[in-house]
Nanobody, 117 residues
Framework: QVQLVESGGGLVQPGGSLRLSCAAS????????MGWFRQAPGKQRELVAT???????TYAESVKGRFTISKDNAKNTVNLQMNSLKPEDTAVYYC???????????WGQGTQVTVSS
């Protein structure tokens, strides 16, 4: 069982920055693809960014050039640096882990990000 705990959400003005962190229970990054998803009110949950066990990253078009996903293997954390935030980035952000072979997956509890003036 993998446990994921997000932190770092909050209220920020448009154009501002936030850094989200996801702490994983144990050293899982060598066998799991890690990702960040988000869900805005009334909308479906959508993929924001992923990072594979080998460090390959992918991003949703809407966040390319503004968001950066990274991981710290020593601390068992995966981070999402969010810059130039827009009101449409407002959502609950979820950390996600998926096994690279067996495809079982886990979710964190989510952290609220609100971009508003």
């Amino acid at each position: 069982q993998v446990q994921l705990v997000e932190s770092g959400g909050g209220l920020v003005q448009p154009g501002g920055s936030l850094r989200l962190s996801c702490a994983a229970s144990g050293s899982i990054f060598s066998t799991y693809t890690m990702g960040w998803f988000r869900q805005a009110p009334g909308k479906q949950r959508e993929l924001v960014a992923t990072i594979t066990s080998t460090g390959t990253t992918t991003y949703a078009e809407s966040v390319k050039g503004r968001f950066t996903i990274s991981k710290d293997n020593a601390k068992n954390t995966v981070n999402l640096q969010m810059n130039s935030l827009k009101p449409e980035d407002t959502a609950v952000y979820y950390c996600h882990a998926e096994h690279v072979v067996f495809k079982n997956y886990y979710w964190g509890q989510g952290t609220q990000v609100t971009v508003s003036s």
